[in-house]
């Protein structure tokens, strides 16, 4: 059976991100799977700018940003397969993949990179009355269309959901001659970053409606129109407030979900709340030698964070490979309370060398807040931060001197 | 005098910005730091953005290439650049970084390629 040290599935820039540090931490035998054209992942549709300012302290757009990671990869010789779609993993390692050249083939993997990345929540589960006509589009589904494909999905447009791909998409319909009338927001708050607002929506005065929601689609065959409502503290709808906008295209832009179909054939613990693998500070799943990074873990805002996670993921599995399996010591399980909805990664393991990155979301919008992480009671770290917001990933960093007291297990949650 | 209400972007906390022009002088209140003055000054003097988009290529592995300004252009040049963005056309082979219009609405900068388009 064909062997590699280490397998990576999906060519995004997770993927890529571990490969390249794969290889880079002594790895020569890496193979990266991919069931698209091109290497690049989501971000080949990604056309804005706004990547990579922390990376590479300039501002790309998506496909250059992608465009750097595959000539990394490309550099190294490392090897791919393109059109290929894994399609199903054993715990024991073993991958079976599919393509039109090979068919079904097994192959072994000394250690495997989990970088499937994410794929939007569908409009079924929103549960909006009316028909189901035409011209309605995830927001993701619309900017392949229009930015791979060349196809314009509309000229009248409603957006559902004020996530940041929803934003991008009510600037470049926008900028293509269409008229965007109103993009409406369930929460009190917008998901996306200020950043998008400001540059998508205040710039072509497109109104932002916060706690409103679509309560009814019209048409049969096409949109030609929808209700929107306020919705209350509850987030129901509050009767008399309907208000009709007439449109052609009702776009989508209601969150993401880690794509874990393979996660979890191998029956891998995934997290309630992230929709990801539940992970150690090394980013290894519940499985052994399968490592996850990028959307596939949790669903990032910035494309910066999925490559310094991933370049984690890849040197970790780079070195189980050549290591393999070692003897396992403690773990301390991290627990969210008070306002924090999740951290990744979700246990430590007590012999962590150096210090850990803890990643997490908050579920409101905090002003001057403290981040307490306390283990037994007692304080072991506590940072200020001015706001945070669930739009915005937060982190904290642990030291091995933090780590050294804690026992049991730690939780992370907002004190005044 | 003029005020304009703006928000800050240059970080999370997205201060709320007043930037009042009185001749040739702006002041900005609101702001937290350094940076946020320079932005509220910049945005009400001489506001620019990238603008991104995309050219149909024909005989390529693709049927688009993506494009942007390089560097960014004047906020109100915005619509003229999308025009000319809109009206070009071109052939495979495209490689990323390539110049695709000089000088686009006159605003001195270029549409350049962010993708590399092979032959299909
Ligand atoms: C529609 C959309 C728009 C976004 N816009 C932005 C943005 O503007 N700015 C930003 O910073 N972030 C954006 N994001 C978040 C963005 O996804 C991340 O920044 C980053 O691209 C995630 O990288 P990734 O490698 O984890 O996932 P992806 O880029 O999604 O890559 C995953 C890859 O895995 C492949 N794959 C999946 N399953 C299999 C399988 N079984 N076998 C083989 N290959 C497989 C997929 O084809 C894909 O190429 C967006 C996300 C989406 C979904
Ligand atoms: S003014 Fe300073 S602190 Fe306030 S949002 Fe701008 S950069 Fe941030």
Redesign the interface.
Known sequence: MEYHDIVVIGGGPAGLAAAVSAYDAGCRDVLVIERD??LGGIL?QC???GFGLHTFKE??????YA?RYIRKAEERSIEYRLRTIVADVSPEREILYVNRDEGAVRMKAGAIVLAMGCRERPRGALGIPGYRPAGIYTAGTAQRL?????YMVGREVVILGSGDIGLIMARRMT??GAKVKVVAELMPYSGGL??N???CL??YGIPLRLSHTVTKIHGKRRVEGVTISEVGPDRRPVPGTEEFYSCDTLLLSCGLIPENELSKQVGIILSRVTGGPEVDDSLETSAEGVFACGNVLHVHDLVDFVSEEAERAGRNAAAFAAEGGKTRGGVLQVTPENGVTYTVPQKIRTDAAEKVTLRFRVNGVYRDRCVAVRSSGAEIKRVKR??M?PG?MEELILTGEDLARCAGGITVGLED | METRELTCIQCPLGCQLAVTVDGDAVTVTGNTCQRGAVYGEKEVTAPTRTVTGTIPVDGGEIARVSVKTAPDIPKDKIFDVMAEIRSAHLTAPVEAGRIIIHDVAGTGADVIATKTVKRS
Do not use: F, S, W, Y
């Open positions: 054209e091109r080949n056309i804005h700018n501002e790309l757009t998506g496909p250059e465009e229009m930015n791979i494909e060349g900028l293509e200020k950043r607002i400001v540059q205040d710039d001015r706001i917001a915005e």
